[in-house]
């Protein structure tokens, strides 16, 4: 259940109530594809780091180690030792990053592994049926996720068959629940809008989930190609027509910049592989810019990676250590990175809850905004 708790103009301030725990929100999501961050951060590092939801992958589960291995050991929550929330999306995205590996019918997907090759048959039952093995909090419904600029008769007639999936993974869905056997009979469904760039088809899918009456909302098909303009012009002309009483997550955002335009235009979920992924190249995220670790007026810096940081890395450690161990290719340079980049994430997080409960969210976002772009 989602219980919205204030708003300053579209921004909301909520709260979403799960069989996993509460998920405050807005909130970003921690990228663990593998049911891991990379990078070695542990699930007690995520505990540390103010994380709320982790987020998996399911295509990638499925491929290794196997759903099957995961159900058998009790679940994603008890498989990597994590008692709060878990998203899992439903390995839709990858008919876009791995199309030249897949081919997509009315049935489903068939791909080849990226891993060994071998032929992997994907539609929504099997979507459903993976995710209820990983037992996860929240399901994906398997979608197609077209280039965003794509041609619009082929955006119109994916977005159709969009819409038929998502119904029969509801129906997979409810029955799985129904079934004694299952891990998580409370597994709660999301939705994917889809549309490109195209701002009537996106009006219309939006129109026609809300109809469905799904646990939560996702806008995906963003963040592959379009530009930061184009993607606030879809939220703005999206996100009015689901349902204000449910959660929107905005799927693959993105820097910091880009998740306050998104909560000014009503998103109350994100997640990224930026953090981790810029982490384990010495990219840094602070209040007064990004950092490049790699950069040589690091090498004797005695100072934390941020001043006033509280993460695991800045308490301890300074800049010209974790250069040296970026250098010397350590495998803990990587993680202190990582681990800074979430931390800074998810405390953003906490303040832009903070300044909406304060009502001053434009303040804030102007305040952000003006020492991000230093």
């Given at each position: 259940?989602?219980?919205?708790?204030?708003?300053?103009?579209?921004?909301?301030?909520?709260?979403?109530?799960?069989?996993?725990?509460?998920?405050?929100?807005?909130?970003?999501?921690?990228?663990?594809?593998?049911?891991?961050?990379?990078?070695?951060?542990?699930?007690?590092?995520?505990?540390?780091?103010?994380?709320?939801?982790?987020?998996?992958?399911?295509?990638?589960?499925?491929?290794?180690?196997?759903?099957?291995?995961?159900?058998?050991?009790?679940?994603?929550?008890?498989?990597?030792?994590?008692?709060?929330?878990?998203?899992?999306?439903?390995?839709?995205?990858?008919?876009?990053?791995?199309?030249?590996?897949?081919?997509?019918?009315?049935?489903?997907?068939?791909?080849?592994s990226h891993v060994d090759g071998r032929k992997i048959f994907m539609g929504p039952e099997e979507s459903v049926q993976?995710?209820?093995?990983?037992?996860?909090?929240?399901?994906?419904?398997?979608?197609?996720?077209?280039?965003?600029?794509?041609?619009?008769?082929?955006?119109?007639?994916?977005?159709?068959?969009?819409?038929?999936?998502?119904?029969?993974?509801?129906?997979?869905?409810?029955?799985?629940?129904?079934?004694?056997?299952?891990?998580?009979?409370?597994?709660?469904?999301f939705g994917i809008n889809q549309g490109g760039v195209y701002a009537d088809i996106r009006r219309e899918h939006a129109?026609?989930?809300?109809?469905?009456?799904?646990?939560?909302?996702?806008?995906?098909?963003?963040?592959?190609?379009?530009?930061?303009?184009?993607?606030?012009?879809?939220?703005?002309?999206?996100?009015?027509?689901?349902?204000?009483?449910?959660?929107?997550?905005?799927?693959?955002?993105?820097?910091?910049?880009?998740?306050?335009?998104?909560?000014?235009r009503g998103v109350d979920f994100f997640d990224c592989v930026y953090p981790s992924r810029n982490g384990r190249h010495?990219?840094?995220?602070?209040?007064?810019?990004?950092?490049?670790?790699?950069?040589?007026?690091?090498?004797?810096?005695?100072?934390?990676?941020?001043?006033?940081?509280?993460?695991?890395?800045?308490?301890?450690?300074?800049?010209?250590?974790?250069?040296?161990?970026?250098?010397?290719?350590?495998?803990?340079?990587?993680?202190?990175?990582?681990?800074?980049?979430?931390?800074?994430?998810?405390?953003?997080?906490?303040?832009?809850?903070?300044?909406?409960?304060?009502?001053?969210?434009?303040?804030?976002?102007?305040?952000?905004?003006?020492?991000?772009?230093?």
């Amino acid at each position: 259940m989602y219980q919205l708790l204030k708003r300053e103009g579209r921004a909301k301030r909520g709260v979403f109530h799960t069989v996993h725990g509460a998920i405050q929100t807005p909130v970003f999501l921690n990228v663990g594809t593998a049911a891991a961050i990379k990078g070695a951060v542990s699930t007690a590092d995520l505990e540390q780091i103010k994380t709320q939801v982790q987020l998996s992958n399911t295509y990638h589960l499925h491929v290794r180690p196997g759903d099957h291995v995961v159900r058998q050991s009790g679940g994603l929550h008890r498989f990597m030792s994590w008692d709060k929330p878990i998203l899992t999306d439903s390995g839709g995205f990858q008919v876009f990053s791995l199309a030249a590996l897949c081919r997509i019918q009315e049935e489903g997907v068939e791909f080849r592994s990226h891993v060994d090759g071998r032929k992997i048959f994907m539609g929504p039952e099997e979507s459903v049926q993976i995710q209820s093995n990983l037992a996860s909090t929240i399901a994906m419904a398997f979608d197609e996720c077209p280039p965003s600029k794509a041609d619009r008769q082929y955006v119109s007639q994916s977005v159709e068959r969009t819409t038929r999936w998502l119904e029969r993974c509801r129906k997979r869905l409810d029955e799985l629940n129904r079934r004694e056997d299952t891990l998580n009979p409370r597994q709660l469904l999301f939705g994917i809008n889809q549309g490109g760039v195209y701002a009537d088809i996106r009006r219309e899918h939006a129109v026609r989930l809300t109809e469905m009456d799904l646990d939560g909302y996702a806008i995906g098909g963003l963040a592959v190609g379009e530009s930061h303009e184009e993607m606030y012009s879809v939220l703005e002309e999206t996100v009015p027509h689901l349902p204000l009483e449910k959660p929107t997550y905005l799927m693959g955002v993105g820097t910091p910049a880009n998740i306050l335009e998104g909560v000014e235009r009503g998103v109350d979920f994100f997640d990224c592989v930026y953090p981790s992924r810029n982490g384990r190249h010495g990219h840094l995220y602070t209040n007064q810019g990004k950092l490049n670790l790699f950069n040589a007026g690091y090498e004797t810096d005695a100072g934390p990676i941020e001043e006033g940081c509280a993460c695991p890395a800045c308490r301890r450690y300074s800049r010209a250590y974790i250069r040296h161990l970026l250098k010397a290719k350590e495998m803990l340079g990587m993680r202190l990175c990582v681990l800074h980049n979430l931390y800074f994430y998810n405390t953003m997080m906490e303040e832009i809850r903070d300044a909406l409960e304060a009502g001053d969210f434009a303040g804030y976002k102007k305040r952000k905004l003006e020492k991000l772009q230093n």
